[in-house]
């Protein structure tokens, strides 16, 4: 299976209407340069031989868990993770987007052709963008831009009906982020893919965190300087027969008293039905398998074993859903390497996603199938509230962003006392698998 997003490029660029937040226009399938909209991450991932077999890093072979996670919360919950952060507002920025100009050379137009087909302009300024090509910060902000607007475009498509919303917000201490929100669509009650790129210094707080997992910092008048930047999504469709999902892809960069730099990259995709479809699950986890193998073999049951222990709701011996693929602390063996992996996962999320919400928005449901829906959802936003370590930190972070913490959580959901389905049921058959993972993919 082809995990590039091709087929969408096709489609129409959804961007912001003109004025800040509101609805999504059409416009032409090529961006404002006559280019085509480049699918998330252009250029194609080579077979990388050793992703997984390099150093171990420290503290354990990239299974650090701690602060890097608290990005896989909320892209925007960035913002607020790493340490006295104040409330972010919303402010008016300047796109930064100009067209060509005479005498620029036509590579250096090339992107802002590029950004011409974003939800909004990226957070870091185009001339600074321009002036560092080849840096990974710079590299990994493109992508989660081009993510974002791919998995949006996709979902407004699907939709139909309703419109994302944009919501830029700023750090004062440094970076920002974007926020897309649908809500009370025709396929979705609520989803969201939002981004954040923010930098600063890290709190101490953040750092003892990470020197309790087996890292070495070296601080000067006990400050850190960090750069931190992700895309994050979770998507709930109305019809209880298709299914909720989430994915968060994040970098994190760290730069020491001695200008010796530490970098890691994490992140994740899982999916949670209301109702177990073979097929559906199958479907899922094979798009996420060759993503992990075109880079090793060993890192797809490596990432999958990780989700399915991730995700447990403690206190209800059951995963949140049927898993997915989950990492952390990423960092051998080469910075592009991981990159790439990085960038294959992230554009397997429309291919893997967006065929089964085609397939199920339509079906048909009764009220007591809408009801399990509702209960499952209750779980859903327990193990966000109790359990999930971004969300976690970034509730308890003074300043932090609420409304993109909390982002995750669908519009609806319910909980009844003592609630246990009949024997042999359809959700009797979910909760089955809930309790004990499946393999989906051999």
């Not at 909004?120 to 963008?129: G, I, K, M, Q």
């Amino acid at each position: 299976m082809a995990l590039h997003l091709g087929r969408l490029s096709a489609g129409p660029c959804w961007r912001a209407a003109r004025g800040g937040c509101g609805e999504l226009r059409a416009w032409s399938p090529r961006c404002a340069a006559g280019r085509i909209c480049r699918p998330p991450g252009t250029a194609v991932a080579e077979q990388s031989r050793g992703l997984g077999r390099g150093p171990v890093a420290r503290g354990g072979p990239w299974l650090g868990t701690g602060l890097a996670a608290a990005l896989a919360g909320l892209a925007g919950l960035a913002a607020a993770a790493f340490g006295h952060v104040q409330r972010a507002e919303m402010v008016p920025k300047s796109s930064g987007v100009r067209g060509p100009s005479p005498g620029r050379p036509e590579e250096e137009d090339e992107l802002a052709r590029r950004c011409a087909c974003f939800m909004a302009a990226p957070v870091t300024d185009l001339r600074e963008l321009r002036r560092r090509p080849g840096d990974m910060k710079t590299k990994m902000e493109l992508l989660i831009m081009e993510t974002q607007a791919q998995v949006c475009q996709a979902l407004a498509q699907v939709d139909g009906g309703a419109s994302f919303s944009v919501d830029r917000w700023e750090r004062k201490e440094g970076g920002g982020g974007i926020s897309c929100v649908l809500q009370d669509g025709r396929v979705f009650e609520k989803a969201g893919v939002s981004i954040s790129v923010v930098h600063g210094n890290l709190s101490e707080e953040a750092a003892k965190q990470m020197r309790s997992r087996g890292k070495i910092l070296k601080t000067k008048d006990g400050k850190l300087s960090f750069t931190a930047m992700g895309v994050s999504s979770v998507i709930h469709p109305k019809n209880p027969h298709a299914p909720t999902i989430h994915f968060n892809y994040r970098y994190f960069e760290v730069e020491e008293a001695d200008g010796h730099k530490q970098w890691w990259f994490g992140g994740g995709c899982d999916l949670t039905p209301t109702y177990l479809n073979q097929e559906d699950a199958v479907h899922f986890h094979r798009t996420l398998k060759e993503a992990c193998d075109q880079h090793s073999p060993e890192l797809y049951p490596k990432f999958k074993k990780w989700c399915d222990d991730y995700f447990f709701i403690v206190h209800r011996g059951e995963r949140r859903g049927i898993g997915g693929i989950f990492f952390d602390d990423l960092d051998s063996p080469s910075k592009e390497e991981v990159f790439h992996f990085v960038q294959s996962c992230a554009q397997a999320v429309v291919p893997s996603y967006i065929p089964l919400v085609k397939k199920h928005c339509d079906d048909s449901f009764t009220p007591q199938e809408k009801l399990w829906q509702q209960l499952r959802r209750g779980r859903y936003v327990e193990f966000n509230l109790l359990y999930d370590r971004g969300t976690k930190f970034g509730l308890f972070t003074p300043g932090s962003r609420i409304e993109s913490i909390l982002m995750s959580l669908p519009l609806t959901a319910r909980w009844e006392y003592m609630h246990s389905p009949s024997e042999n049921s359809k959700e009797a058959e979910i909760l089955e698998v809930l309790r004990h993972p499946r393999d989906w993919v051999h």
